[in-house]
């Protein structure tokens, strides 16, 4: 079955060091895009950063840097330098490109990462 | 720049009560999406369309659940008669191209509904 999984239901960084979160994801295509989104404790949801499956670099944006691992289904986001307002809920998603020009979206179940200074 | 814009922020009324969510999406973007996000079952992709038009509605739980874009500035989600099972934030996101492509979904601040 197609799944994305988030091992680590939470996290804790001691500020200004990195952080790996780790995402798993199982689909059996061949055609697919990973995005991170942030969602803080106001509730909204931003966009962190995307990852196709056919990018042969690792996606990069600011502070943020997704280690893909594409023979491993592995797609762990990496922040830089953690900072106090990093301290939120992170969730993996996946798109799934399906036949017919077709396609669904699924999201992890979060990790809820806290800094500390 | 606007960002998308959803109404009400919370919601709290009686089960049996129809309930509606109402969303305005970001000027030019031809997608727009609603999700609920519960404790239990995290976020969930409900209903999204593609220029005002209904794409995949697979996600929407039952039939007292209810989506409608009559343009391109304005959808509702709709649960008639709600039940306290509903209870969660429902979001609504919109992009600019859909699932297949690159571009990032924008979300809003999301409604927090409460159904007693």
């Known amino acids: 079955a197609q799944k994305i999984t988030q091992t680590q239901p939470g996290m804790f960084v001691q500020e200004k060091e990195a952080v790996t979160l780790d995402c798993t994801y199982d689909?059996?295509?061949?055609?697919?895009?990973l995005f991170w989104y942030k969602q803080p404790s106001s509730g909204e949801m931003i966009f962190l950063i995307y990852?196709?499956?056919?990018?042969?670099q690792n996606a990069t944006e600011g502070r943020y840097s997704l280690n893909f691992q594409k023979a491993r289904k592995s797609a762990n986001l990496v922040i830089s330098a953690s900072q106090l307002g990093d301290s939120a809920m992170y969730f993996c998603?996946?798109?799934?490109?399906?036949?017919?020009?077709?396609?669904?979206?699924?999201f992890g179940a979060g990790t809820r990462l806290a800094v500390h200074p | 720049d606007a960002g998308v814009i959803q109404s009400p922020r919370h919601e709290v009324t009686e089960m049996g009560q129809e309930v509606t969510l109402r969303c305005k999406p970001i000027?030019?973007?031809?997608?727009l999406f609603w999700y609920r996000q519960t404790m239990m079952r995290g976020l969930e992709l409900l209903i999204y369309?593609?220029?005002?038009?209904?794409?995949?509605d697979s996600g929407m739980p039952e039939d007292r659940f209810s989506a409608k874009m009559p343009n391109a500035s304005f959808s509702t989600l709709k649960i008639q008669p709600s039940e306290p099972r509903d209870s969660a934030v429902y979001f609504c996101?919109?992009?600019?191209?859909?699932?297949?492509?690159?571009?990032?979904?924008?979300f809003g601040d999301g409604t927090r509904l409460s159904i007693l």
């Open positions: 369309f593609n220029n005002n038009v209904p794409i995949d």
């Open positions: 990852q196709g499956s056919y990018d042969e």
């Open positions: 996101a919109s992009s600019l191209g859909g699932l297949g492509s690159n571009q990032p979904q924008h």
């Open positions: 000027s030019g973007h031809d997608y």
């Open positions: 998603a996946m798109i799934l490109r399906l036949s017919g020009g077709y396609n669904k979206l699924i």
């Open positions: 689909t059996s295509d061949q055609s697919y895009g």
